[in-house]
């Protein structure tokens, strides 16, 4: 990949993600604040849902048309522009439904832009390759935490600072993701009424047409990146609202330490992208669910040190979510690169958007509920409990997919 695609692409990983996360964070103290933790659970659930269904159909339809770059820029350009009524009005739920609306078009980014950077890495580097662009959306992630730190602190949430921070960052990246070069195949020409047809018979395909989803047993990824995410979303949609009113630290503190999270990643995604495409794909997914767990276990115990010890549990819980993340992301990308079949990455991909948005619809609405009846470390606690089954999932189901070429030193499994 050269310097110019990859400077592009970062460039718009990077804006995409920190537009996304600053409005995310911001909008949960707020929604919190103003509601109640059920609240700002419904407000990522809205959002998850969003996700949950529109990252197959943009991903199919990307892959259908061939049209990927006009994929990414409408859906940055439309991001833009749905956050805008939330200068004149605002409200809990008028901020529940643009952080909805704004979900079906963030959903376009992802799983398109994941095909391209799979295929520039190839087979022998697609692992280098996604950690490369998780990089850049690790950076994004972290800048937006920090901004949404600073702006808590200074204006209203909902206001007028977060709504056209949100929207330039959106415009930022659908101008970058004009020029990015895109090496996939590109379909023939079709109807609309062709891609229609196609989209839905990729969305709801016929049983003799998912034998793919149990090549090195796919669909337990999926099952089990569905169980953590219920638990990680969960606990990250009450993150916010958890550090400023029982942690007690400041609104830049807290943005500082959502910050370590994805600050980590930047290094964590680069360097487990190596890690994939020597040693496989299974372990860094085992690895990474098991940190998973042990994260909501550390988060639930966050408020019992007191003074600096508490900001030091919270900084090492966000260390330890972050080199989780990273080792569970980077596999689980680069063992769907493997498997996929020839033109349908993009679907896969999204699938993955999917099962992640069936976590977000479902964690963060039960962890909301039993924090609002039991308190945030009880609720933090059970939740955990979901991940661990999702690293029993894992390591039964899946069987390693690293191609023999993109190493001289073979796979464990």
Same mark, same amino acid.
């Given at each position: ?11 718009s990983?990077?804006t ?18 103003a ?21 197959p ?6 892959d259908?048309t061939?049209?990927r ?12 522009v ?8 605002q ?16 959903a376009g ?17 697609r692992?280098?390759?996604?950690g ?7 950076g994004?992630f972290a800048?937006?935490?920090?901004g949404?730190?600073?702006l808590?602190g200074l204006?209203?949430? =909902?206001?007028? #600072? $977060? /709504?056209? +921070? %949100? ?9 970058a ?8 195949p590109?379909?023939p020409s079709?109807?609309w009424?062709?891609?229609?047809t196609e989209i839905?018979s ?13 090549t090195?047993?796919l669909?337990w990824?999926y099952?089990a990146?569905?169980?953590r ?8 949609a ?15 503190m807290?943005g500082?330490l ?8 930047v ?5 487990l992208g190596v ?15 098991a940190g998973? =767990?042990?994260? #909501? $276990? /550390?988060? +639930? %115990?966050?408020?019992y040190?007191?003074?600096?010890g ?9 260390l ?5 993340f990273?080792?569970m992301?980077?596999g689980a990308v680069?063992f ?11 679907e896969?991909?999204?699938l993955?958007?999917t099962?992640?948005?069936?976590g977000?619809?479902?964690g963060p609405?039960?962890?909301g509920?039993?924090a609002?009846a039991?308190?945030?470390e009880t ?6 409990v ?6 029993l999932?894992?390591?039964?189901g899946l069987v ?6 993109a190493?001289?030193?073979?796979a464990?499994?």
């Open positions: 990949m050269s310097r110019r695609i990859w400077g592009l692409i970062g460039l990983a990077f995409r993600f920190a537009g996304g996360i600053l409005m995310g964070t911001a909008f949960a103290v707020y929604v919190e604040s509601g109640s933790p059920l609240l700002a659970g419904v407000l990522a659930a809205c959002y998850y849902a969003g996700l949950m269904v529109f990252s159909v943009w991903g199919a339809l990307a259908v061939g049209r770059r006009a994929v990414m820029v409408l859906t940055a350009l439309l991001s833009a749905v956050v805008l009524p939330l200068l004149v009005v409200s809990v739920w008028a901020a529940i439904g643009v952080r909805a609306l704004f979900a079906v078009f963030f980014y992802a799983p398109v832009v994941l095909a391209i950077v799979s295929h520039h890495g190839g087979a022998t580097g692992g280098r390759s996604v490369l662009y998780n990089s850049a959306r690790s994004g800048s937006g935490q920090v949404a730190g600073v808590v204006v209203a949430p =909902a206001g007028t #600072a $977060v /709504v056209l +921070a %949100v929207a330039g960052l959106s415009a930022l990246c659908a101008l993701a004009a020029f990015i070069e895109d090496p996939t590109t379909s079709t109807s009424s062709e891609v229609l839905r990729r969305l709801f395909p016929a049983p003799d047409e998912r034998g793919h989803l149990d090195n047993g669909r990824l099952v990146l569905a169980a995410n219920l638990c990680v979303l969960g606990v990250m009450l993150m916010g609202p958890y550090l400023l009113r029982n942690v007690e630290v400041s609104g830049a807290m500082s959502l910050a370590v999270n994805h600050g980590s990643q290094a964590f995604m680069f360097l890690v994939a495409d020597r040693l496989g794909r299974k372990p860094l997914i085992v690895g990474g669910m998973s =767990a042990a994260f #909501a $276990v /550390v988060a +639930a %115990v966050m408020t040190p007191d003074g600096v508490r900001i030091l549990v919270a900084g090492g819980a966000f330890l979510l972050g080199f989780s990273s080792a992301t980077t680069a769907i690169g493997d498997v996929a079949p020839t033109g349908r990455e993009s896969l991909l999204g993955r958007g099962a992640k948005g069936l977000g619809v479902f609405p039960l962890v509920l039993a609002t039991y308190g945030y609720a933090f606690a059970a939740a955990s979901v991940a661990c089954f999702a690293v999932v894992v390591t039964v390693e997919s690293r191609p023999a070429a190493s001289g030193v073979p464990d499994d």
